[in-house]
């Protein structure tokens, strides 16, 4: 693959991943801004992938991406449920 493709695509998904950041800081709604974390997650394990860390990128996609929005979904039930 081009070099000043690896840049261009790791430039784009930065500015991505910068937009989704914000998003999910800055949402009132928990649960976008709990799928908006997780994008920044799995757009994280992409641009892993793109510096050759696989094993990372795996880990990030499993984790990040997957288990902790589960989590956090999870959480926001039991709070929703307990506060009526």
Excluded: C, Q, W
């Excluded at 493709?5 to 976008?32: D, E, R, T």
């Excluded at 801004?33 to 793109?50: N, P």
């Amino acid at each position: 693959m081009d070099p000043n493709l690896n840049i261009i695509i790791a430039i784009v998904l930065g500015i991505i991943i910068l937009v989704f950041a914000a998003l999910a800081i800055y949402h009132k709604k928990l649960s976008i801004a709990i799928i908006a974390a997780g994008a920044v997650s799995l757009l994280a394990s992409i641009m892993y992938l793109l510096l050759a860390a696989p094993d990372v990128a795996m880990t990030e996609a499993a984790i990040g991406s997957g288990l902790s929005v589960i989590i956090f979904f999870y959480a926001l039930s039991k709070i929703r449920k307990h506060h009526g």
